[in-house]
């Protein structure tokens, strides 16, 4: 296995967090601490001069808790309903928090035509240009709420590797409830080991990825993970993945003293976005 290098200081940085990692595993109640913790970590990436957007799931997970659903919800229209007050609890929470470091944000909700459309991906583009130039911090999400099943994202990883392919991010972050990617899966198997680095997304490293979240919140699994390093590395950002346990990670990306897995990035003259968003 390569040894992982040192990756350089970057300008633009997108961070994405996933519900298992917001909410109590025991009880699916909002995980406060957690969430401070992120928050200050940002500032100090945005105060040392770095662009900063955060990619953050969580609208149902707090909603189906706000409304008192012990179930995960599961039809459409019930999770549309979830989203829509936990999106707005979710960015009250953010917002208090971001503002006792003196940290404006501002909520971007996107559906897959946003992407899709040029017009609108231009405009999205315009908009995430402006706030990096204020000094705002974007937090995006999916716009669950409005979003019918063949405009869905459908999960986060890969709406982050969108996101950072749109505003020409040179890192994404993916903030799991794991560690990295692994030889196999590390709940079944425990031989399996950490890969820290991935210079190259090939087949076999493609194959490697399972189609499961171990979660009981959330959609991605490693697949999505591996899809979102493929969107990201090719559009010319590096990604790691590393576990929200330990969010003081996040100061330490670059002097490597992280766990983690690290996708190198690979910029290909012939990658074309609108193939990810075909279907
Ligand atoms: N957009 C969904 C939410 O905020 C999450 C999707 C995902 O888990 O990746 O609840």
Redesign the pocket.
């Known amino acids: 296995m390569q040894k992982r290098p040192c990756i350089e200081k970057k300008k633009r940085i997108v961070v994405k967090i ?2 298992s990692s917001l909410t109590h595993e025991e009880t699916g109640n909002i995980y406060f601490a957690k969430i401070e913790k992120l928050v200050r970590e940002l500032c100090d990436l945005r105060n040392s001069g770095i662009d900063v957007c955060l990619v ?6 707090v909603g189906r808790q706000a409304i008192g659903l012990t179930n995960k919800p599961s039809s459409n229209s019930q999770k549309q309903a979830c ?1 829509a007050v ?2 707005a609890r979710l960015m009250m929470t953010y917002q208090k928090v971001f503002a006792e470091y003196n940290q404006t944000v501002a909520q971007v909700l996107m559906t897959k035509n946003t992407m899709i459309l040029p017009n609108s991906r231009q405009n999205a583009h315009n908009t995430f240009e402006e706030l990096f130039a204020m000094g705002v911090i974007p937090i995006v ?2 716009n ?1 709420t409005v979003s019918t099943y063949e405009m869905q994202f ?4 890969t ?1 982050s590797a969108l996101v950072a392919t749109l505003v020409n991010a040179d890192l994404l972050v993916l903030l799991s409830d794991i560690n990295g990617m692994y030889t196999d899966d590390p709940r079944e198997n425990e031989y399996a080991r950490l890969i820290e680095y991935v210079p190259e997304l090939n087949d076999d490293v493609m194959q490697m990825g399972k189609d499961s979240t171990g979660s009981g ?4 699994g490693m697949h ?1 993970k591996l899809n979102a390093a493929m969107i990201a590395t090719r559009s010319g950002a590096d990604m790691i993945i590393t576990n929200s346990n330990d969010l003081n990670c996040l100061h330490h990306l670059f002097d490597n003293e992280y766990t983690g897995t690290l996708f190198a990035k690979n910029e290909q003259t012939d990658f074309l976005l609108e193939d990810f968003l075909k279907d």
């Open positions: 996933g519900s953050s799931s969580g609208a149902i997970a989203a936990g999106q999400n999916e669950d459908g999960d986060n990883d709406l919140v959330g959609t991605g999505t």
